[in-house]
């Protein structure tokens, strides 16, 4: 059958061209002319005719499909089709991958699995032999979508004196049919080459699959203000009816631009500086990268200070540091304008100097002015401090009259208030001079003192120099000195004095300035003689056991003198008497020494006597 086909249709082309050069052709075929279709999926190429003279309509149709070469312009049927018989070439790329379907008024190819090959020209003939013929052509075309586009930036810097247009970025899409366009973005505006400002390498690989690959590349001439540009890339690519975009993701560039203007600050300490601080001075340019600078000071421009990157490190700073200091960085050729500048000011306090110097003596209801100056670059403040107590401020002192209060440490404390950090202090001493100046309200103390007893006698002298007391003491040969004190500018001494008799003691305090006396005048009291006023709680205790005693004693004489009188032996008189006066006083000689015995014993008596213990504590 397939072969009888074949050799009819030579033939059937002749009576076709013969017809057809002379007679009107007959038949209307009508095609698209181009079918759009995705990889992969499946095209369908219609092909309608009809018959223009419908008298004579064909009984008999012949219907081929033929397809182009690849790579001439030579035809390849792939289909025959007639009232009879439906055919499928064999052994061409389409055997088993095609369908046609037909009806009166026209025929259809349906290609499956559109392959990238499968982009040419599609021709329908139509023959209905006397009833006429004609032909058309489709043209398939075949549509992938590339990939995303791959951008990457370039890592480097590039600098802005840079003459020519510099790779920025480079672009990649992968595996689109038909060939997709990709499009420059520099922040979201397209970039159009221009020569010597944008200039755009488009590389166009065929795969070996077919698929075209598109790299292309954006040189870009940069200036400072693409420092913050993004780039992006869009690549553009035909889809069945429309064209669809898919853009990049955008990268930015480093610029590397050249510095114009450079700025010198004080990074610490906060506020002013002093003498002994750690000063940080950075300098910060507009240029990128940030170059290294050099410092300078202003009076010194050949000296180049030592410093980490772009901070200079003053360690310990004095007021010869003050000044100006500079900046430069060193990729500013030689601009000597492009430079930053900070003036430094280091605060100093010299140790504050007291006149008069360390020590200074006056006299006795003297004036004096003390001053205190401490050297300073700024405004300073001063106090007179004395026993940790304000006595004056400012830098001078005044002293009048001087007694021996006035005597001591004087301080005094200057601070800056503007740098409270600052501060210093010097002392000087006063010592006041004059003749010795007993304590006390009186210059004469009056004493009672019971008779044995002991008495203390205290004397306190000022003076300058250090007085030393000395005692005459008259009515008593049993006195000792207790205490005997001296501090800087007070003496003192204590005696202890027995009294035995009445008392008068000087106290004579004197120095190289002079003599000051105070007398003390004890009257002694005597003891057990005058027992009515009660008053020593101790004494009339033992008194009271005295009385009792010696009534006693009287009752029992009384008694045996009675008695002797009724038998006549002893008359009345005198020696009775006496020997009761014996034994008082050898009563009154047990009570002494029991005070002098100790208090233990005392005490114990009295509490056998009247039971109060308190009676004990002497008055
Ligand atoms: C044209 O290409 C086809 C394959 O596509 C090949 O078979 C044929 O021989 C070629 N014809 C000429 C004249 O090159
Ligand atoms: C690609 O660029 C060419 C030339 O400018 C243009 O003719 C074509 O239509 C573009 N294709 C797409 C998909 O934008
Ligand atoms: C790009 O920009 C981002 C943020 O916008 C920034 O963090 C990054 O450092 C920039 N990269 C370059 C090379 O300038
Ligand atoms: C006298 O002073 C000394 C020493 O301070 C002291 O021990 C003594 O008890 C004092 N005597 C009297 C009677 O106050
Ligand atoms: C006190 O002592 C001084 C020096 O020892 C002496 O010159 C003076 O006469 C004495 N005064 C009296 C009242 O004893």
């Known amino acids: 059958m397939s072969s009888l086909a074949h050799g009819a249709l030579p033939l059937l082309f002749l009576c076709v061209s013969l017809f057809g050069c002379c007679v009107r052709a007959k038949v209307e075929l009508n095609m698209h002319e181009s079918v759009e279709v995705y990889l992969g999926d499946s095209a369908e190429i219609p092909c309608q005719y009809s018959f223009t003279d419908t008298d004579s309509k064909p009984s008999f149709v012949i219907i081929q499909w033929f397809v182009r070469g690849e790579q001439n312009a030579s035809r390849t049927r792939i289909f025959y089709g007639d009232g009879g018989q439906q055919m499928v070439d064999g052994a061409t790329d389409y055997s088993g991958r095609i369908e046609v379907t037909s009806d009166q008024r026209g025929t259809r190819l349906l ?11 599609f021709f329908c003939q139509v023959n209905g032999l006397s009833a006429g013929n004609s032909e058309g052509r489709t043209h398939l075309r075949v549509f ?3 990939q995303a586009p791959v951008i990457e930036g370039v890592a480097s810097g590039i600098s802005v004196t840079n003459e020519m247009p510099s790779k920025v970025a480079s672009c990649e899409a992968r595996n689109g049919f038909p060939k997709p366009n990709i499009t420059w973005y520099r922040n979201s505006q397209p970039l159009a080459s221009a020569p010597g400002q944008v200039n755009v390498l488009i590389l166009v690989t065929r795969e070996s699959s077919g698929f075209f690959s598109v790299q292309s590349t954006l040189e870009y001439r940069v200036a400072k203000e693409d420092k913050d540009a993004h780039f992006s890339c869009e690549v553009s690519f035909f889809v069945p009816r429309a064209i669809r975009t898919i853009e990049s993701h955008s990268v930015n560039v480093t610029v590397h631009y050249p510095t114009t203007m450079v700025e010198l600050w004080k990074e610490s300490p906060q506020g002013l500086v002093k003498e002994g601080d750690m000063v940080e001075l950075r300098c910060q340019g507009d240029g990128s990268p940030p170059p290294p600078f050099i410092f300078t000071r202003e009076q010194e421009p050949s000296v180049t200070l030592e410093s980490r990157g772009d901070v200079l490190i003053l360690p310990a700073v004095s007021r010869k540091d003050s000044g100006i200091y500079q900046c430069r960085p ?3 050729d030689g601009q000597p304008d492009v430079k930053g500048e900070v003036q430094l000011t280091v605060h100093y306090l ?21 001053t205190c100056n401490a050297l300073s670059s700024l405004k300073t403040s001063t106090v007179w401090l004395k026993d940790g107590e304000q006595v004056g401020q400012g830098n001078t002192l005044h002293l009048h009259d001087a007694s021996y209060d006035t005597s001591g440490e004087y301080e005094c404390e200057v601070s800056v208030p503007s740098l409270p950090a600052l501060r210093t202090s010097g002392a000087v001493h006063i010592i006041v001079q004059g003749g010795p100046q007993l304590v006390g309200p ?5 004493l009672e003192e019971a008779t044995g007893r002991m008495v203390n006698l205290s004397c306190e002298a000022l003076g300058h120099p250090l007085p030393s007391i000395s005692w005459n003491i008259v009515g008593s040969q049993n006195w000792y000195e207790v205490v005997s004190r001296a501090s800087e500018r007070m003496a003192h001494s204590v005696v202890s004095v027995r009294v035995t008799a009445d008392v008068s003691a000087l106290c004579n305090a004197s120095n190289s300035m002079g003599a000051e006396v105070k007398a003390f005048s004890i009257k002694a009291i005597p003891r057990v003689t005058t027992p009515a006023p009660f008053s020593p709680a101790e004494g009339s205790g033992v008194i009271i056991v005295v009385i009792i005693l010696c009534l006693l004693l009287l009752a029992f004489l009384g008694s045996v003198v009675y008695f002797l009188h009724k038998k006549g032996k002893i008359p009345c008189g005198r ?8 034994e008082k006083s050898a009563k009154d000689d047990i009570v002494v020494e029991m005070k002098s015995g100790g208090q233990k014993e005392e005490a114990v008596l009295l509490k056998a006597v009247n039971g109060d213990q308190k009676a004990s504590s002497d008055q």
């Open 330 to 332: 060193l990729d500013s």
């Open 442 to 446: 009186e210059d004469e103390v009056q």
């Open 575 to 582: 020696s009775g008497k006496q020997e009761i006066t014996k």
């Open 111 to 121: 290609v499956r699995d559109v392959r990238l090959s499968d982009e040419r020209e």
């Open 350 to 370: 010299d140790p504050a100097v007291v006149v008069p110097r360390d020590s200074e003596v006056m006299q006795k209801g003297e004036d004096l002015t003390a």
């Open 144 to 146: 992938a979508a590339p």
